[in-house]
């Protein structure tokens, strides 16, 4: 049995869009409270001999910027504005009354400093050191689309195949490997059905395993919802879009777990899809489908949004 934890990142194309709000401050603002706080902590576990098996997805589009000399730049920047504020905080702080908020200035520019030199000694490349983190055995990194394009939307087979494989060969090209597990863009999903009421279209699954995906991650209502409903533009307005309690016919009132799987490929490998399901749960986690296996998933304790799973041989 193992527990998964899984990290996904991303950000849209902020480089070369000016900084604030929606532009380059964005991701160095990401850099700074995520990514470099992440590589620090996951470097000081690897200096002890801790194991961090965990899984982190970087999309291609975040990944091309982190990989960006642009980027490094922007970054540096970021950082230089950082420490000059702390600079003038104290004087402003002392002449508004603030004085005994002084002590936080001193610790948010130690922590910027201890950052900046982070990011100086791994030669501003966070892809490359997330990258050697993996060829570690350290931590397992996915990928995804590459664009971030919304798959069930998008109107043709040869668009989501594209996504799939260029968002694959990116990756490799930035991490050395191909990702054998692929975070869904907005975890949108779309079994194999009728595109607006007339060709059958396969299913996103079915486009993973083609790409070379072993398994991805989708949202947990997309599997509780039951039978598609078919495409959003042919369902009328006012109609029930989703229904998240329904059940399907057969199924167990209650039943926190609910599997789905379906044949994919010439060979028939099932992708399985499970999900916790109880009204007691405070968060619902994405879900982990798997393909080339049986995927059995066990309920967490009520109250927390993490699941367990264990993965054997195809039955």
Not at 181 to 186: A, F
Not at 228 to 240: R, S, T, V
Not at 246 to 253: A, K, M, V, W
Request: hydrophobic fraction near 40%; include cysteine.
């Amino acid at each position: 049995m193992e527990f998964v934890l899984a990290l996904h990142s991303h950000l849209p194309y902020v480089l070369n869009h000016g900084r604030w709000p929606h532009g380059s401050d964005w991701l160095c603002e990401a850099a700074l409270d995520t990514y470099l706080p992440l590589l620090e902590r996951l470097e000081e576990l690897a200096a002890e001999g801790t194991p961090t098996p965990l899984t982190i997805g970087f999309t291609p589009v975040l990944a091309n910027q982190l990989a960006s000399p642009a980027f490094a730049g922007e970054l540096e920047a970021f950082f230089a504005q950082r420490l000059a504020a702390c600079d003038e905080a104290p004087p402003a702080l002392q002449a508004s009354g603030d004085g005994s908020l002084v002590p936080l200035v001193d610790y948010w520019r130690s922590r910027l400093t201890r950052l900046r030199d982070l990011f100086r000694r791994i030669d501003a490349d966070l892809v490359s050191a997330f990258r050697r983190l993996q060829e570690q055995g350290r931590l397992e990194i996915i990928g995804s689309a590459a664009t971030h394009g919304y798959l069930p939307l998008l109107g043709r087979d040869e668009s989501i195949r594209l996504q799939l494989a260029v968002g694959q060969q990116e990756h490799r090209r930035l991490f050395g490997v191909a990702p054998v597990g692929c975070w869904l863009p907005e975890c949108a999903y779309r079994p194999r059905g009728k595109w607006r009421g007339k060709k059958v279209r396969r299913g996103i699954e079915q486009h993973l395993a083609d790409a070379g995906f072993r398994y991805f991650f989708t949202d947990a209502h997309l599997a509780r919802a039951g039978s598609p409903l078919g495409a959003y533009g042919e369902i009328p307005l006012g109609a029930e879009r989703f229904d998240a309690e329904r059940h399907d016919p057969g199924s167990t009132t209650g039943a926190r777990v609910r599997p789905r799987a379906r044949p994919i490929g010439p060979t028939a490998s099932p992708v399985a899809v499970y999900a916790p399901w109880s009204r007691r749960w405070c968060a619902t986690p994405a879900l982990l489908c798997r393909s080339g296996a049986d995927t059995r998933a066990t309920p967490a304790t009520s109250g927390t949004s993490s699941f367990t799973r264990s993965v054997g041989p195809a039955a």
